[in-house]
């Protein structure tokens, strides 16, 4: 049986990788298809999972693993969330018609407004967990506003948007 701090290390190594995709998929460019953002979606959640797993390990793995791994964490996490939000903010501020019409986009909205909304309460703490220095958390300042962005055209693109049929 593996130890949980050789677990741990795996899953970080992993994080690391998927990180460097979805900042691949940044510099790729807005993507242009709504079940294009929903693939770029699903990898981020993804990431948040393994996030959140890492985490859970932390008290188990003890002293084996650096003393700084938790901010390393965190400031992985804080770099996802940024990532994730330039892709969002490119797609959502000049959303394709399937976007803003097709049935299924308003559960996605829906979703991402809840997402981001939590996102948004629980930054300050991650930016003080992580241990962030003045350029990085003037850096994030710029996600946090992005986010407050994203917020807004959410809002404004639900209004627009299809709702769910909930009668025949």
């Known amino acids: 049986m593996a130890r949980v ?20 998929q940044r ?19 993804d990431i948040q999972g393994l996030v959140f797993s890492i985490q859970e390990k932390l008290d188990a793995a003890g002293k084996e693993l650096p003393p700084n791994f938790p901010q390393w964490v ?14 969002s903010h490119s797609f959502i501020s000049d959303p394709p018609l399937a976007l803003t019409a097709s049935l299924g986009a308003f559960d996605v909205l829906v979703a991402e407004q809840k997402a981001f909304n939590e996102t948004l309460h629980s930054f300050d703490t991650m930016l003080m ?5 003045d350029k990085t958390a003037d850096e994030l300042d710029a996600t946090r506003t992005k986010i407050e962005q994203i917020l807004g ?3 404004r693109l639900l209004k627009s948007s299809p709702k769910i049929l909930e009668e025949f």
Do not use: C, H, S
Request: hydrophobic residues 45%.
């Open 129 to 133: 967990e992580a241990g962030i220095d």
């Open 74 to 87: 965190t400031r992985q996490k804080l770099t996802a969330i940024a990532i994730f939000t330039d892709i």
């Open 153 to 155: 055209m959410i809002e």
């Open 27 to 45: 510099a790729a460019g807005k993507p242009r298809t709504f079940p294009r953002f929903r693939e770029i979606r699903a990898a981020y959640l």
């Open 5 to 24: 701090t050789d677990v741990v290390l795996r899953m970080a190594r992993k994080l690391t990788e998927d990180i460097a995709n979805l900042g691949r």
